[in-house]
DNA sequence: ATAAAGCCGACAAGAATTGTCGGCTTTTAA
DNA sequence: TTAAAAGCCGACAATTCTTGTCGGCTTTAT
C-alpha cells in the first residue's frame, strides 16, 4: 500500500533521462534501458503508454527512438505517473452503503496530498 | 499504485467504530463485522495487529471483545495504518548504483506528504 | 462444565505487478 | 532496393501482494 510501483520508478527516471539531455535529438529504447538498468521490454511498453498520452514524441527505424514532446518546466511528475497508473485512490465497496462515512475523508485527504505534490515538481526541477 | 488496502479500509473503520462507542464496553469481533461488513476472520487478523501494538485492548471469553487502548484524541490514522502496512513507500532497487539520483526527490516527498496528513487526523476528529 | 469469545499458524484464491516473447511495421542508410 | 535498426502490439508467463478461509487451541464468564 502505498508503495511506488516500478514502472512509475522506471518511467520517472527514463523521462529523468531524457530531460537531461535537453534536446531534439531522439535517443533508443537500447539507450535509456541500458543507461538507466531499465529492463527493455518493460521500458517499450512503459514509452508506449507515455506517447499515447502525447509526453513523448516516438520516431521508428534507423536513429529512431523517443524525446521530450514538451520543455521540461512543462511535465509534471503527475503528468508521468497519472499516464501510468490507474489512480483513483480509494475504490471502497462499503460507500454505497454508509449514508456518512466517517473514514472517507482521510482516504480523500491523502489523494489530495500526493497528486498536489506530484504537480509541484516538473522534470525541469528535478534537473536543475 | 497508492490504492488505499482493504485492510487499511477495514481497520479503520473498526477503530472508528469503537471510538464512536467510546466507554469502557468490549464490542466483539462478530459485532464489529456484522455492524461494518467486514469479513470476520480478516477482521480477526487485523484486530489482532492492533493488538499486538497496543492501540487497543483484547478480552477473550463470554463478554469479550475489544476496547480502545487510549483515548480517540491520542490515536491518529497514521498509528493504525503504520500497524497494518509495511510503510516503505520507495523501495529502489537501483538507488545503490546510481551516485545521485534525481527521482527519489518525488517519492520521498510523496512519503513526507502521505504520513503528515495520516498523522494530522485522529479518531477524535473523525467521529466529531 | 460449557459456551462464547479471542489467538494463532497455515494455507488458498484472486488480483496486481513485473517481465518476456514473437511477429509486425516503419524508417534510414548503404 | 534491400537490410538492419528501431518502435508497435498483443498475448502471455512469473512472481508477488492482497484478501480471505480454516481448524484447532486457549481463556473467561456464567
Ligand atoms: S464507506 Fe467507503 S470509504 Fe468509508
Ligand atoms: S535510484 Fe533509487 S529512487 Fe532513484
New binding site residues.
Given amino acids: 500500500?502505498f508503495?511506488v510501483?516500478?514502472?512509475s520508478q522506471?518511467g520517472l527516471r527514463a523521462m529523468v533521462y531524457l530531460a537531461k539531455k535537453d534536446s531534439k535529438e531522439f535517443f533508443?529504447?537500447?539507450d535509456i534501458s541500458g543507461k538507466e538498468s531499465i529492463?527493455?521490454?518493460?521500458l517499450?511498453?512503459i514509452?508506449?503508454e507515455l506517447?499515447k498520452v502525447k509526453l513523448v514524441k516516438?520516431?521508428?527505424?534507423?536513429?529512431?527512438?523517443?524525446v521530450l514532446a514538451r520543455n521540461p518546466e512543462r511535465i509534471t511528475a503527475k503528468d508521468i505517473v497519472s499516464a501510468l497508473?490507474?489512480t483513483t485512490a480509494v475504490d471502497c465497496s462499503f460507500c454505497g452503503k454508509s449514508k456518512k462515512c466517517l473514514t472517507k475523508n482521510v482516504w480523500r485527504k491523502i489523494d489530495v496530498a500526493i497528486n498536489k505534490t506530484l504537480k509541484s515538481m516538473t522534470l525541469s526541477d528535478l534537473i536543475s
Same sequence: chains 1, 2.
Avoid at 529492463?39 to 518493460?42: I, N
Fill in positions: 500500500m508503495k510501483s516500478k514502472k522506471y533508443s529504447l537500447k529492463p527493455f521490454d518493460f517499450e511498453k514509452m508506449s506517447e516516438a520516431k521508428k527505424g534507423i536513429q529512431g527512438g523517443y497508473e490507474n
